[in-house]
């Protein structure tokens, strides 16, 4: 293994909580209705897929050594207070007017589909998914401008949940190396690609599903729209291109996702946000 995680790594649960009395204008991204669909249908799928992702590391927690074993723990507590304020958000998503039952119903299914895996599968599927959250999270908190137009209060959310993913980004994987020692290496590697292909496909299909929900609600789920969507992603701020390189170093046998240490990058956004441990 070329890399691996930080012996000083430190995983911090913050206590950030949206203002529960904000509110959230229907486009709340600038009033542009192709990034508030793209980041709302992210937020959509966090509750769910966030508390599949505490069930398929945690059950490890007892059977690994330290310091993973704490580290499980702080990536729980992380990722349940993601899911809490995840909660939040889309409350404000169904005050702005959209209806979001079809999309929990759906996401309902996949994750409950996911729950009949193998364990082991189902830690590898966190581990495909919680690098996309992890190299996306880099793509956020390095952009010019992110977010553009949303309010302090949305963009505080929103760079808070990413310092936290790249922070805890390779749990599940150390976590999968922990369980699968036995597994000869080559074995070990075709497993995480295969569930990585898998995993993009539905990824990106169940993500365009819930915006093209979100369109249709607006009125706009339209050629034109969605032509809007493919420059979002591949020009400006291009989500995909910025994250194409980083997404196939998954596919090396070498790859550990603490190849690149951006600790730097969270100290300085963490110094913006000024967030606090979570009480006792």
């Known amino acids: 293994m070329s890399a691996t995680t930080p012996a000083d790594l430190t995983i911090t649960p913050r206590d950030l909580r949206v203002d529960r009395n904000t509110h959230n204008a229907r486009w709340w991204h600038g009033g542009d209705p192709v990034a508030t669909a793209y980041f709302n249908a992210l937020s959509a799928a966090f509750p769910q897929g966030e508390t599949f992702f505490i069930e398929s590391v945690r059950r490890y927690r007892d059977s690994v050594h330290e310091p993973l074993g704490q580290q ?19 409350k404000l998503l169904r005050t702005a007017g959209y209806d979001l039952t079809a999309m929990d119903a759906e996401t309902r299914r996949r994750v409950d589909e996911a729950r009949g895996r193998p ?22 908190l390095t952009e010019r401008e992110p977010l553009p137009g949303a309010s302090a ?33 080559l074995r070990r590697w075709l497993l995480r690609c295969h569930v990585m292909a898998l995993v993009s496909l539905q990824f990106w299909y169940s993500n365009f599903q819930r915006m093209a929900d979100f369109f249709r609600q607006d009125g706009i789920n339209t050629p034109r729209t969605w032509w809007r969507v493919a420059k979002y992603l591949l020009v400006k701020p291009g989500m995909f291109r910025r994250i194409f390189w980083n997404y196939l170093r998954f596919y090396s046998p070498g790859f550990h996702p603490w190849q690149h240490d951006d600790r730097k990058l969270i100290r300085e956004v963490e110094a913006k946000l000024a967030i606090g441990a979570p009480s006792a």
């Open 119 to 140: 364990p082991v599968v189902q830690l590898a599927l966190t581990v495909a998914l919680e690098h996309f959250t992890a190299i996306m999270a880099y793509s956020l």
């Open 72 to 90: 499980i723990a702080a990536f729980v507590q992380q990722e349940a207070m993601h899911t809490r304020e995840h909660v939040v958000f889309n």
């Open 153 to 185: 209060e949305i963009l505080r959310l929103w760079q808070w949940h990413a310092i936290e993913e790249i922070e805890h980004k390779a749990v599940a994987y150390d976590t999968f190396l922990a369980v699968t020692q036995n597994m000869s290496g």
